[in-house]
């Protein structure tokens, strides 16, 4: 179930709410005025991608959704008959098996994290 905005949320993840339900929905208008057809990637953050580390350091944390603001996209998207592909599940899976998909010291894909979303 996707969380409503405003319940435990800022104002500010409200104001970004906002700006992306508009920008979805403009770029969803635009994509059919010209016959296109649009899809939104949804690719992990990577606390979502090793929440299961994050919950064992930090076990207050462990009730939180850390995929509350992919979903909200993805409830977007699908409202403007857009198309979604979220690679969180995928990122998940393979952090769990161990696999090192981020650098170390920043919070990009490394090589194996890029092969993994191509």
Known sequence: QVPEIGVGKTPAD????ALTREAI?????????????????????RDQA???????LFP???????????KLVAQFSREEGVRVLDLA?????????G????FRLDRHWNP??????A
């Open 14 to 17: 409200e104001k970004g709410a």
């Open 25 to 45: 929905r403009r770029a969803a208008a635009i994509t059919r005025e010209l016959g296109a057809i649009l899809v939104v990637l949804l690719f992990p953050a």
């Open 50 to 56: 090793y929440w299961h580390i994050l919950t064992q």
């Open 60 to 70: 207050d944390r462990a009730q939180g959704d850390p995929d509350w603001r992919t």
């Open 89 to 97: 599940p995928v990122f998940r899976q393979r952090a769990m098996a």
């Open 99 to 102: 696999e090192q998909l981020y």
């Open 112 to 117: 194996r994290g890029n092969h993994l979303a």
